[in-house]
């Protein structure tokens, strides 16, 4: 396996740098340090997600004829490496452009797929993923959000939960249940819904990071049009099974402090012992994240030798996130030991390291259960990866009406 850039590869990475050199210094000019989920640094996020989309920078892999560069898988990576050392990287489309659209742009027909996924493209309209629901998290199928035919419309009510970013995006893609006389995956019926319904209610969940990033969203007999349906009646779970295998390669790769961060911050604090970074109970926590870090590392490289071959990643991206985000809330937890009394201090004017091992602290329980939890996806390796044998699953011939629920 050669881990360097082909000449063809070097190329468009030399392209890129020197667009991004030009390019990114007139967007900080612009907009300088925004304060993230403004109003001002949405508006500096589509700004720069029009610029890229002008040039050809956005949604590289998708067809130029409905916005995208017309590139490949590799060249998408590249561009994304070359971004984010540029420090531009808004989270504000990742979910709809990564999951939502690409799953329109299978299932919908032409005329929804010309109206929704150009201005997308270009960071007009964000999209957002109504999956989970209080009764049904990483159990998606078990969902209880009603859609009951009436006509040539759907009117639906029910509630879902964790939806990332509902409460400011235009368009969403839900999921819900259509026939509860069957098994519980063969009932479910997808549609795309308009955020901005006035049957649409979205309540900002206030997290303990101190960020609202996550909503409850009601639906009160919200009318859908069955030309809003993507894919076939009852084949819901099927529309579902492409959304989330884009969203677990999407937050496979999450951003956060590494080894490294916290090896430099042990470097400056000092114990009862001596330096943190003498303590040989904490080198040996070093030495097993650098043996995690290289292992996730080359299983990044085979998903990138696999792209660069026109090949889909499967169901191995579910390693990653297991990965990353396991190790994440563990070397935050020991950071923040580590610092002592300063441990305690979420102002990054008075915290060591900016408090960004408080912030990754406080954030990676919701990485752990975002795109499935661990126990999900470690069934997903078991199964699928591994060739295990398969869960136990008592509930897979029964109607869902029939499925005890407690109550």
């Not at 949604?59 to 590249?78: K, L």
């Not at 430099?264 to 400056?268: E, F, N, S």
């Not at 408090?355 to 259960?369: D, N, V």
């Not at 795109?371 to 997903?380: A, C, F, S, V, W």
């Given at each position: 396996m050669?881990?360097?850039?082909?000449?063809?590869e070097?190329?468009?990475?030399?392209?890129?740098?020197?667009?991004?050199?030009?390019?990114?210094?007139?967007h900080?000019a612009?907009?300088?340090?925004?304060?993230?989920?403004?109003?001002e640094?949405?508006?500096?996020?589509?700004?720069?997600?029009?610029?890229?989309?002008?040039?050809?920078y956005?949604?590289?892999?998708?067809?130029?004829?409905?916005?995208?560069?017309?590139?490949?898988?590799?060249?998408?990576?590249?561009?994304?490496?070359?971004?984010?050392?540029?420090?531009?990287?808004?989270?504000?489309?990742?979910?709809?452009?990564?999951?939502?659209?690409p799953?329109?742009?299978?299932?919908?027909d032409?005329?929804?797929?010309?109206?929704?996924?150009s201005?997308?493209?270009?960071?007009?309209?964000?999209?957002?993923?109504?999956?989970?629901?209080?009764?049904?998290?990483?159990?998606?199928?078990?969902?209880?959000?009603?859609?009951?035919?009436?006509?040539?419309?759907?009117?639906?009510?029910?509630?879902?939960?964790?939806?990332?970013?509902?409460h400011?995006c235009?368009?969403?893609?839900?999921?819900?249940?259509?026939?509860?006389?069957?098994?519980?995956?063969?009932?479910?019926?997808?549609?795309?819904?308009?955020?901005?319904?006035?049957?649409?209610?979205?309540?900002?969940?206030?997290?303990m990071?101190?960020?609202?990033?996550?909503?409850?969203?009601?639906?009160?007999?919200?009318?859908?049009?069955?030309?809003?349906?993507?894919?076939?009646?009852?084949d819901?779970w099927?529309?579902?099974?492409v959304?989330?295998?884009?969203?677990?390669?999407?937050?496979?790769?999450s951003?956060?402090?590494?080894?490294?961060?916290?090896m430099?911050?042990?470097?400056?604090l000092?114990?009862p012992?001596?330096?943190?970074?003498?303590?040989?109970?904490?080198?040996?926590?070093?030495?097993?994240?650098?043996?995690?870090?290289?292992?996730?590392?080359?299983?990044r490289?085979r998903?990138?030798?696999?792209?660069?071959?026109?090949?889909?990643?499967?169901p191995e991206?579910?390693?990653?996130?297991?990965?990353?985000?396991n190790?994440?809330?563990?070397?935050?937890?020991?950071?923040?030991e580590?610092?002592?009394?300063?441990?305690?201090?979420?102002?990054?004017?008075?915290?060591?390291?900016e408090?960004?091992?408080?912030?990754?602290?406080?954030?990676?329980?919701?990485?752990?259960?975002a795109?499935?939890?661990?126990?999900?996806?470690?069934?997903?390796i078991?199964?699928?990866?591994?060739?295990?044998?398969?869960?136990?699953?008592?509930?897979?011939?029964?109607?869902?009406?029939d499925?005890?629920?407690?109550?």
């Open positions: 050669d881990f360097n850039d082909s000449p063809e070097a190329a468009y990475r030399e392209k890129a740098r020197a667009w991004l050199a030009e390019n990114a210094a007139a900080r612009k907009f300088g340090e925004l304060k993230p989920n403004t109003a640094h949405m508006a500096a996020a589509k700004d720069w997600q029009a610029t890229k989309a002008a040039a050809g956005a949604c590289i892999t998708w067809p130029a004829a409905i916005g995208g560069g017309g590139g490949t898988p590799i060249q998408s990576v590249i561009f994304g490496q070359e971004e984010g050392k540029a420090g531009l990287g808004y989270g504000y489309f990742t979910i709809g452009l990564g999951m939502c659209v799953t329109v742009m299978a299932f919908s032409s005329e929804t797929k010309k109206r929704f996924v201005p997308a493209v270009k960071g007009e309209e964000i999209w957002c993923q109504l999956f989970s629901e209080p009764a049904g998290g990483s159990d998606v199928a078990a969902l209880r959000t009603r859609a009951v035919k009436d006509g040539d419309e759907w009117v639906i009510n029910g509630q879902k939960v964790w939806t990332t970013g509902a400011y235009d368009y969403g893609i839900l999921l819900t249940r259509t026939d509860p006389d069957v098994p519980k995956h063969k009932g479910l019926t997808m549609f795309w819904i308009d955020m901005k319904d006035a049957a649409v209610e979205c309540r900002p969940i206030h997290q990071s101190g960020g609202r990033e996550f909503n409850e969203v009601y639906f009160t007999d919200l009318r859908v049009k069955d030309s809003q349906r993507l894919g076939e009646v009852g819901g099927k529309v579902a099974l959304t989330l295998m884009n969203e677990r390669l999407a937050v496979g790769g951003a956060g402090p590494n080894y490294r961060e916290v430099k911050l042990a470097r400056d000092t114990g012992t001596g330096p943190a970074i003498k303590d040989q109970a904490f080198r040996e926590k070093i030495a097993d994240w650098y043996v995690q870090s290289e292992g996730l590392k080359f299983t490289f998903t990138m030798t696999a792209l660069s071959r026109g090949q889909t990643p499967g991206s579910s390693i990653g996130k297991i990965i990353s985000a190790q994440l809330q563990e070397m935050a937890n020991t950071a923040v580590m610092e002592d009394q300063y441990g305690i201090l979420v102002d990054p004017d008075h915290a060591p390291a408090a960004a091992f408080q912030q990754s602290l406080m954030w990676a329980p919701g990485l752990r259960i795109g499935g939890t661990d126990e999900i996806l470690k069934n997903i078991a199964e699928r990866v591994l060739g295990l044998p398969g869960d136990v699953r008592v509930d897979k011939d029964v109607a869902f009406k499925m005890p629920t407690g109550r």
